[in-house]
């Protein structure tokens, strides 16, 4: 079945540096979103990509989608401590219903 | 509060025992996603329902069912427990289609002794 990786698993960064995590598949994606989890909360709907190529931004997180539309990634500039949670991909290919999680990668602010 | 209701939120059980979860999604979505999240783990897909019929299916045991009523709330029904079913058990709605987020409810975290 599609499987969606997500690399780092867990990213350890002082506040301040920049930090990005990669999505990729091994199927090509007809879009994607991004999800954000606080520890003890639930997940968050970030943004959806749709375009191959397609680059958005939100303050300071930048979402890209891969020009083959198989990998995405999403970039936070000067992180924050309020950034600490799990950022979750999810990913639909064409004919589906339903969005494939990522495995998560766990981000940590040192202040 | 993200609009998705779920009860209860804590559910301590015993092996071999069936319980429900119940799921009332945001006003106006249509389609009612579970998932199941263990212990640092991803999110595993259940089963979507859309508008009160099933529309895709997940890695869901036979021993888990659910459905989606015609008032659009949604049950996820859990038998013959076992230790490995220990797990947060979220709900998500949407509008419908993928051109859409999902909003999560706050899940449900099933203990299984």
């Known amino acids: 079945g599609q499987q969606v990786m997500q690399i780092p698993q867990y990213q350890h960064v002082q506040e301040g540096e920049d930090f990005t995590t990669y999505c990729n598949s091994s199927t090509t994606l007809s879009n994607i979103q991004w999800y954000k989890q606080r520890p003890g909360g639930h997940p968050v709907f970030l943004i959806q990509?749709?375009?191959?190529?397609e680059v958005k931004k939100q303050k300071r997180l930048t979402f890209q989608f891969g020009e083959a539309k198989k990998n995405s990634s999403l970039h936070i500039t000067a992180t924050q401590t309020t950034d600490v949670g799990t950022y979750f991909c999810a990913a639909s290919t064409s004919g589906t219903y339903k969005y494939i999680f990522g495995t998560g990668t766990r981000l940590k602010v040192l202040a | 509060d993200s609009g998705v209701t779920q009860t209860p939120k804590h559910l301590i059980t015993a092996t071999g025992q069936r319980v429900t979860l119940r799921c009332s999604p945001r006003s106006g979505d249509l389609s009612v996603y579970w998932y199941q999240q263990s212990l640092d783990q991803g999110l595993q897909f259940l089963i979507q329902?859309?508008?009160?019929?099933?529309?895709a299916k997940g890695n869901i045991l036979e021993r888990f069912s659910a459905q989606q009523f015609p008032d659009l709330h949604s049950e996820l029904n859990l038998s013959s427990l076992e230790l490995g079913d220990s797990a947060l058990y979220f709900c998500?709605?949407?509008?419908?289609?993928?051109?859409?987020?999902?909003?999560f409810g706050s899940g449900t975290r099933l203990t299984v002794v």
């Open positions: 998500a709605s949407s509008v419908g289609g993928l051109g859409y987020g999902y909003t």
């Open positions: 329902y859309y508008n009160g019929e099933e529309r």
């Open positions: 990509l749709v375009k191959s190529g």
